[in-house]
């Protein structure tokens, strides 16, 4: 009896262990995002955009002139040279190489209206960007700058394979913080903000703060799978709840911008309108 009570036990064990599911290398944790940065890092950028300020008015300009002879000293005498100097202000961005030309992706709201554009890399080099195209309804923008030989590159990775709960990397410069890194996960899809008519970002609880605009959202191969570009926040600050532009968005309208420097979409000229009754008997025309 010895033998078949072994061969009732064991069996049952032997089915128990070839039904154990095997985590594939895909499905595995990370220990830790150390190589994805180090390899990804030098192809985020810091991005310097310097743009003509609208100057407030002067209490004297305000007041009409037959009575600027009545205004005390200290508002300056009446006919006295406005010595204002133009004044100019600064937006801090973010933005990752994606050509070996040294094309860069960032946000549109980071360099429009911008009279000089500058890139810090990683090594604190500074280049000097021209704008070669944007698109204000995706909120994206290329520059480029004479790139140096050892660029490194942001390939694209595919934002329709995620699902909420994959790790998600952001990598930008916060508050003029260069090379500042964030790890969160995908939040939801297809989220609709009403920043604009394509609106179908990606969200992310990883933290995305003033300055994270146009860098890289990684996913954990280190592919960028999207664009950071909002938050939603009472205080200005990061509070869980950041939002980019997906890669199967973005990467159609960068080629385009590279290509030709703007973006064309079509459209169907069709306008919809009830059907009349034409012969008053109900009988539709």
């Known amino acids: 009896m010895t033998p078949r009570i072994t061969q009732y036990v064991i069996a049952p064990l032997a089915l128990a262990l070839a039904a154990a599911p095997v985590a594939s290398p895909a499905q595995a944790v990370p220990q830790d995002f150390t190589e994805i940065v180090e390899n990804m890092s030098p192809a985020v950028v810091a991005i310097t955009a310097e743009r003509p300020v609208e100057t407030q008015r002067s209490l004297q300009e305000m007041i009409p002139p037959e009575l600027r002879d009545l205004l005390p000293e200290r508002f300056g005498s009446p006919g006295e040279p406005d010595s204002r100097a133009p004044h100019r202000g600064s937006a801090l961005g973010s933005g990752f190489f994606i050509s070996d030309e040294g094309h860069v992706v960032t946000n549109n709201h980071v360099v429009e209206g911008a009279e000089e554009?500058?890139?810090?890399?990683?090594?604190?080099?500074?280049?000097?960007?021209?704008?070669?195209?944007?698109?204000?309804?995706?909120d994206l923008a290329v520059l480029k700058i004479d790139p140096p030989e050892d660029?490194?590159?942001?390939?694209?990775?595919?934002?329709?394979?995620?699902?909420?709960?994959?790790?998600?990397?952001?990598?930008?410069?916060?508050?003029?913080?260069?090379?500042?890194?964030?790890?969160?996960?995908?939040?939801?899809?297809?989220?609709?903000?009403?920043?604009?008519?394509?609106?179908?970002?990606?969200?992310?609880?990883?933290?995305?703060?003033?300055?994270?605009?146009?860098?890289?959202?990684?996913?954990?191969?280190?592919?960028?799978v999207g664009v950071n570009t909002a938050i939603i926040s009472p205080s200005g600050a990061n509070i869980g709840i950041g939002f980019a532009v997906p890669s199967s968005t973005a990467r159609d309208v960068v080629s385009q911008l590279v290509q030709t420097g703007k973006v064309e979409r079509g459209f169907i000229g069709v306008n919809l309108q009830p059907i009349t009754d034409l012969d008053g008997k109900g009988t539709a025309a």
Do not use: C, H
């Open 151 to 224: 660029l490194t590159i942001a390939r694209w990775g595919d934002s329709a394979a995620l699902r909420p709960g994959a790790w998600t990397i952001a990598i930008g410069s916060p508050f003029g913080l260069g090379g500042t890194v964030t790890v969160g996960v995908l939040s939801a899809r297809s989220r609709d903000i009403r920043s604009g008519p394509y609106d179908n970002f990606l969200q992310t609880d990883a933290s995305i703060n003033r300055g994270n605009s146009g860098g890289p959202l990684f996913n954990a191969s280190g592919k960028v």
């Open 117 to 138: 554009i500058e890139v810090l890399m990683s090594d604190r080099t500074s280049y000097t960007a021209e704008l070669v195209g944007a698109d204000p309804a995706t």
